[in-house]
């Protein structure tokens, strides 16, 4: 079993900035793939960022690239997603996620198994 609590999110105003973090715990074994999602209302979930836990580099959507950052702790217990330069369009419910494989792209959903219950980031112009 696999638990993962998301926390940070907030409001906003355009322009600023925030960091999310994912506490995982369970079989580590489950946790080798984690990824970033959002939803925003009316919309599909969709990935932004993911990491192979093992090593490698991180991938991002083209519509955080370059504004956000995944990272994980050393213990391998936190995920975290630092999100800078936010706007208005970022806004949506964000997700942790976490899976023992990915057969295709790591920002894909439906390649992920264990999910947390999301935190809300409200941007503002």
């Known amino acids: 079993q696999v638990q993962l609590v998301e926390s940070g999110g907030g409001s906003v105003q355009a322009g600023g900035s925030l960091r999310l973090s994912c506490a995982a715990s369970g079989y580590p074994y489950s946790t080798t793939y984690m990824g970033w999602f959002r939803q925003a209302t009316g919309k599909e979930r969709e990935g932004i960022a993911a990491i192979d836990t093992g090593g490698g580099s991180p991938v991002y959507a083209d519509s955080v690239k370059g504004r956000y950052t995944i990272s994980l702790n050393n213990a391998k217990t936190t995920l975290y997603l630092q999100m800078n330069s936010l706007r208005p369009e970022d806004t949506a419910m964000y997700y942790c996620?976490?899976?023992?494989?990915?057969?295709?792209?790591?920002?894909?959903?439906?390649?992920?198994?264990?999910w947390g219950q999301g935190t809300q980031v409200t941007v503002s112009s």
């Open positions: 996620a976490a899976a023992p494989w990915v057969r295709g792209s790591l920002t894909r959903p439906d390649e992920y198994r264990y």
